[in-house]
């Protein structure tokens, strides 16, 4: 099974991404988690990806795309995957497809997580990181609060301060609305509300996937 999982920062993509793997053997390719990787290498590449991100641009397609291809030739996907955070623009749908059509896979279904903005932020701005272990924590949800010695250390991402996130939100409508429009064309979307409990949100992805294979 090959997924797509679209939703604005902060929707909750990364938590439905880990039920995914756990339900269906997927492997969970994260754009961001690549992207930050390569900032935190000190790379040429990382230090650029890093004023797009600290500004809260979207990172170029042609540098997404580069790392998108590499990792879907890594030999692990045997089972399938979940990708999150790509494509996110026109232009990385035709890459996208061209990348699968070459390695002889198909997309099965793009799965859209909508959150209103408002909610968005709130739960932004309560992320906090561990830089030692890079779990993220929300200091706004119950039982997910770190314990004292990590709480010392858990800080706040550039790109989690408020005016960062209305920026991400703005780039995001702008430039993910024609890839959100695109697939609702195509037939491939699958739209659950984000808004509710995790397990609520996932229940309603896991009716819709097995509508898919009826």
Do not use: C, W
């Not at 790379?43 to 580069?66: M, R």
Request: glycine residues 8%.
């Amino acid at each position: 099974m090959h997924l797509i999982l679209i939703g604005a920062p902060g929707s909750g993509k990364g938590t439905q991404a880990r039920r995914l793997v756990e339900t269906y053997g997927l492997v969970h390719i994260s754009t961001g988690d690549m992207l930050r990787e390569a900032v935190r290498s000190g790379s040429d590449l990382g230090v650029l990806v890093h004023t797009y991100i600290s500004q809260g641009h979207l990172v170029p397609d042609t540098h997404v795309t580069s790392l998108v291809e590499e990792r879907l030739d890594r030999g692990d996907l045997a089972n399938g995957f979940v990708i999150d955070g790509y494509p996110r623009t026109v232009r990385q749908i035709h890459e996208f497809d061209r990348i699968m059509k070459s390695r002889q896979r198909t997309l099965n279904a793009v799965l859209r997580i909508d959150v209103l903005d408002d909610i968005v932020i709130a739960r932004l701005s309560d992320r906090r990181i561990d830089p030692v272990t890079k779990r993220i924590y929300n200091l706004n949800l119950e039982g997910d609060h770190p314990a004292p010695d990590v709480e010392a250390r858990i800080v706040q991402r550039d790109d989690d301060r408020p005016e960062i996130i209305k920026q991400r939100l703005s780039t995001y409508h702008a430039e993910t609305y024609p890839v959100i429009e695109f697939y609702r064309e195509t037939g491939q979307m699958i739209e659950v509300n984000g808004a509710r409990a995790p397990s609520l949100v996932f229940a309603a992805i896991q009716k819709r996937l097995a509508s898919l294979e009826q």
